[in-house]
């Protein structure tokens, strides 16, 4: 395959955490996670994106390794840069689109079932001798259960969130990703940020309050957006899910002994699986053979962004440094906020913009601070 040819190099990302998106899940959702999701459902955070990101890198004894001169592999990296940006922004809108069907909005298990399949599949075929990329491993189920509850609420409810919210306010929330996942870091494992980055976080933290009450504010004109309660009730209860899910995945690992790829590969079936049970009793199916063709087109492109969510984000990480995958991150969320401003029917006097500046600021500056600190520590050790 060609497009693979540039083996990415190994970076260290142990101290640095960053905000999505993947878009996670991620990457499932396009937030991170996306890991970020991403992840994906993506969609994704950042920090699930560099986890995932290293365990791309771990390919199987024996394989050939191929070297690529300097300049092939900025091409390549350029490449993955921006597949990873538009296939973000891609997921985002389209599921945007997906929820905003009536008969569609509440199909959110079936959704993240179809997401975690995706995902499984595209991890299927890395692991194939033809690509080797990772050795797949056998957790016992007992082990893993958990982590696929989390990893559902993890897609689930941001993509809820994104079905009763606006796509500004919905990524500008996801900011609060970076300053959950640092206060359950510091309760569980005793883990300090930086002064600096602590105080960063606080305007982040005031500029998503701003946008939280001047969007879900009513408002006369039927073609501004707004966000309803139930888009902010979900969106907070996808950040705190989504945070336990990303601290989790570090304390799996460890306990396991696996990458992130063997992890996932195990999660994203059982994780199928699990939601099956509860499809029947909780998700309101419309009448199938009445969803226009259009939207089916747009649920199989919502999976195959999240595939290239995934497969991207390990090329971006492995060929670049950790600068460059912060300044992609805040790329994106820039851009999909940008967008969503722009479709919202929103004027640019509107109060809300302040909170959005404030809080892309505050996160930007944490980030900035934080790539400083672990770069003082590499070069003291």
């Not at 390919?59 to 597949?83: D, E, H, L, M, P």
């Not at 940006?85 to 389209?94: K, M, S, W």
Request: hydrophobic share 45%; with cysteine; charged share 15%.
């Amino acid at each position: 395959m060609t497009f693979m040819s540039g083996r990415p190099r190994r970076h260290s990302f142990d101290s640095l955490e960053n905000h999505d998106s993947k878009d996670r899940l991620s990457s499932f959702d396009g937030r991170d996670d996306d890991r970020d999701s991403q992840r994906t459902i993506v969609d994704e955070s950042n920090a699930r994106d560099i986890e995932e990101g290293e365990a791309f890198l771990e390919k199987g004894t024996g394989n050939k390794t191929i070297r690529n001169s300097t300049q092939n592999g900025f091409g390549w990296a350029v490449f993955w840069i921006v597949v990873n940006t538009l296939a973000t922004i891609g997921i985002v809108f389209t599921n945007k689109a997906i929820f905003s069907d009536p008969e569609l909005k509440l199909v959110q298990l079936t959704f993240a079932a179809f997401h975690f399949f995706m995902t499984w599949l595209l991890l299927f075929t890395l692991s194939r001798p033809q690509f080797a990329y990772f050795t797949p491993r056998r957790i016992p189920l007992r082990e893993i259960i958990p982590l696929s509850i989390a990893m559902s609420l993890n897609v689930i409810l941001p993509n809820l969130s994104l079905a009763f919210s606006t796509v500004t306010f919905y990524q500008v929330a996801r900011i609060l990703l970076t300053p959950i996942v640092a206060t359950m870091d510091f309760v569980l494992y005793k883990s300090i940020l930086p002064r600096n980055a602590i105080l960063a976080l606080v305007p982040a933290c005031f500029g998503v309050a701003m946008v939280s009450y001047y969007d879900s504010l009513p408002t006369i004109n039927a073609n501004i957006k707004t966000t309803s309660s139930l888009g902010v009730l979900f969106a907070f209860s996808g950040i705190f899910a989504s945070s336990l899910y990303t601290v989790w995945i570090k304390s799996y690992q460890r306990k396991l002994q696996v990458s992130s790829m063997q992890l996932l590969f195990n999660q994203a079936p059982v994780s199928a699986f699990l939601l099956l049970y509860a499809i029947p009793f909780i998700d309101t199916f419309p009448v199938w053979t009445e969803v226009p063709t259009a939207r089916w087109l747009m649920i199989l492109m919502s999976g195959v962004f999240a595939a290239l969510i995934n497969l991207s984000q390990f090329f971006i990480i492995g060929q670049t440094g950790p600068v460059s995958s912060t300044v992609v991150g805040h790329l994106k969320t820039c851009l999909i906020v940008a967008l969503g401003w722009a479709t919202s029917g929103r004027s640019v006097g509107d109060k809300s913009i302040i909170g959005v500046f404030i809080a892309i600021g505050g996160i930007i500056t944490y980030s900035i601070v934080m790539l400083r600190h672990v770069t003082r520590r590499h070069g003291q050790d």
